[in-house]
């Protein structure tokens, strides 16, 4: 049996017995989860009920596109590309030598960041995986134009065609009516998974499959993880003892520079499931050590507003012995020994100053644990919601920004 995340709550300041009074709040909300009559939860059993049929699909298209390009670009902003990001950076990316290089676009407004990404495809053979489920997002819907005229000028109408696969709606939109006009592969954004839940359906295991990472893996981890409840009702029960106490910021800090787009794809989650009716924990994220440099004075001597959530990677890939030239204390150690002692320095100075921690151990970066650590969150993250008293799947502020963005295009 492969190991599985484990949670420390030593550090937490908080009692068993104050954790564990959530018991009955959360089995409801675990029973709400599971009744399948809750929207846009068809999440929780995808682990187990997923379509082999379509999974078979997608290996095949990413086989394909593998052997087609030496750039694959994805097209999506939030839900639809952080989480296949997450995991491409986490997994190392061009995991073998026939992988193409994974180029992002469709997720900023930036003429800049668009133009140099042109630039830098032009000698390139490439391939575009867009993800929309409406097909009208505008970040994606004008990067999609843009690299579509591209593809169109480099290869011709036809071939370019056969080098876009779209990840949309099953029956409606504007992608989707293009992808019957145009013919192009695609598959669908499942109706009952919003997109911060997507990563382990269409929207994340394509691009995940095309940077040569075993999904099959990925979905028996989250599986595994799926047939466990305590700790992510235990971690619940903890951010909403810490909301009450006045803790309104989580920070995520994580050690190993691999997991930046998790803890980016976190940050979505957590934000967007819990950030309404005046309500919600801020996540904020920060790569440890560089960033102490910067935010460690803060941590510990500024507000106490803030609590700690530390993903803590118990077996690194890779690893270096120091040289000589280094210094007596740091010679001939590994950069991983001395990469534990910042974290145990940092924990020791913050148990110190009275700073609420958690601690997440991830057993190492591979496949099975990604997907185990998806499914822990995405449990995690519902459940505080309910207890916090909000639906954690819907969004309704986002769509305020958008609409004033119209007025001021249509002026």
Known sequence: MKKSLTLDLSDSLLSEHRLYGYEEQLAAGEARLCSKTEKFTGWVSLPFSYNREEVDRIKAAAEEIRGKCDAFVLLGIGGSYLGARAAIEMLGGRLEKKSPTTYYAGHNLSGTYHSELLEELADKDVCLCVISKSGTT??????????????????????????????????????????????????????????????????GLLPIAVAGIDIEEMLRGAADRAEKSEEEHLYAAVRNCLYQDGKRIEVFEYYEPRLQYFAEWL??????????????????????STDLHSMGQFLQEGSPVFFETILNVVDPPGDLVVPESAGTILANKSMNQINRAALAGVMAAHRAAGISMVRIDIPSLCSYTFGQMVYYFEKACALSGYLLGVDPFDQPGVEHYKAEMRKVLEK
Request: glycine letters at 12%; proline letters at 3%; aromatic letters at 10%.
């Open 267 to 288: 940050k979505q989650l957590f934000g967007e499931s819990e950030g309404k009716e005046g309500k919600g924990i801020f996540p904020a994220a920060l790569s440890f």
């Open 138 to 203: 505008t970040e994606t819907s004008i990067a999609f134009a843009l690299l579509k005229d591209f593809l169109i000028r480099k290869y011709g109408k036809e071939e370019a065609g056969r080098r876009i696969v779209a990840i949309t709606d099953a029956e409606k939109g504007t992608l989707r009516e293009e992808v019957r006009k145009e013919g192009y592969k695609s598959f669908i954004v499942p109706s009952d998974i919003g997109g911060r839940y997507s990563v382990l359906s269409p929207v």
